[in-house]
């Protein structure tokens, strides 16, 4: 094993952002690649085997352009960048970096911040629907709401149209009280809170009130054309195939089309097909409507999510193969 030792010039600003608090950035990239990185006198110096540093250089560079960018070193940009680097990929990090979406009421810009998410965010820019799958935490509704408000501020549509299927997540709620809206708002909230946070609230309620802006149940949808519209379907999961089709069918012209969903997470009754598989099958060869899935390694939350969707991905894999050799054995 060759020992090899690397020097990068990196000024303080940038290296107190890429080192972390507490260096907690850096640990990661010296256990990952058992290397050892420290500071010295405004340098990074890297020592270790010979192919790790210079995949660790490579990180700390990607990094460092980030960096100079403008944008903030987030513990999960580190982690991604560890898995890219891995797989000496990691000049994919300052190309995702570069495509700025919008940015937040407070200021905070939206970018993808995987691969995932940029191929998903350039599927919706090019085809007139777009069905986004995968588990919870990937950005799916996220993503689709900030590239809806992005269009409807740029005029590009007219009105933005938010829905889901009102349906219980594996609880029986009973009768809610107040109005209609007051019984449907708690299966909306999720919508609300991402218009909230890009919007503003003052700015949805006024496009709100004005009907420029709709939060509506799927079952709203029905016998209406909806032309010159931004329309997500969210929780897509938990449609029939019948809702499925009255909802793609109720598109008119000038409106764009985004469906989200996590085929593992369906609140159906027990035997009911999902209206998103069925989708999938039916659609799958038609131009201009791309399907883009989402995995374990999109996912943007607490790098524990990650690990918690990765962990029942397995599981449920080994279910299935051991579900599929219990029938075998059941046949001989």
Do not use: W
């Not at 190309?95 to 810009?109: A, M, V």
């Not at 999720?190 to 149940?217: C, H, R, W």
């Not at 659609?283 to 989402?294: G, S, W």
């Amino acid at each position: 094993m060759s020992v090899a030792t690397y020097t990068m010039e990196m000024p303080a600003a940038y290296m107190q952002s890429i080192f972390g608090q507490n260096d907690k950035y850096i640990k990661k990239l010296e256990t990952d690649f058992k290397v050892t990185v420290v500071d010295r006198n405004g340098a990074v110096k890297i020592t270790g085997e010979e192919a790790e540093v210079k995949k660790c250089v490579n990180i700390l560079s990607r990094l460092f352009e980030v960096s100079q960018n403008g944008s903030e070193i987030e513990e999960q940009k580190v982690d991604y960048a560890i898995t890219l680097g891995q797989e000496e990929k990691e000049g994919e990090l300052l190309e995702i970096d570069k495509d700025l979406i919008c940015h937040t009421i407070s200021g905070k810009p939206i970018k993808p911040k995987t691969l995932g998410q940029k191929q998903y965010v350039d599927a919706i820019r090019n085809n007139m629907i777009v069905f986004g799958l995968g588990p919870a935490g990937t950005g799916k509704t996220y993503l689709a709401m900030a590239m809806a408000i992005t269009a409807f501020k740029n005029d590009e549509v007219s009105r933005i149209i938010l829905t889901r299927p009102a349906i219980e997540a594996g609880e029986k709620l009973g009768f809610l009280p107040g109005d209609l809206q007051s019984k449907v708002d708690p299966y909306l909230r999720p919508l609300y809170d991402a218009l909230y946070q890009i919007m503003g609230a003052d700015s949805f309620t006024k496009n709100m009130e004005k009907g420029l802006i709709e939060v509506a149940p799927l079952a709203y949808m029905r016998g209406r054309t909806l032309d010159n519209a931004y329309i997500i379907l969210d929780e897509a999961q938990n449609t029939t195939p019948a809702q499925m089709k009255m909802f793609l069918t109720r598109i008119g012209f000038g409106s764009k089309v985004i469906v989200t969903g996590d085929a593992s997470q369906k609140d159906l009754p027990q035997g009911s097909r999902s209206g998103l598989d069925v989708a999938e099958r039916v659609l799958k060869n038609i131009e201009d409507i791309a399907f883009c899935t989402l995995t374990s390694r999109d996912v943007v939350r607490h790098p524990l999510v990650q690990k918690i969707v990765k962990a029942y991905d397995d599981y449920e894999a080994r279910e299935k193969k051991g579900n599929k050799d219990t029938r075998k054995n059941g046949r001989r």
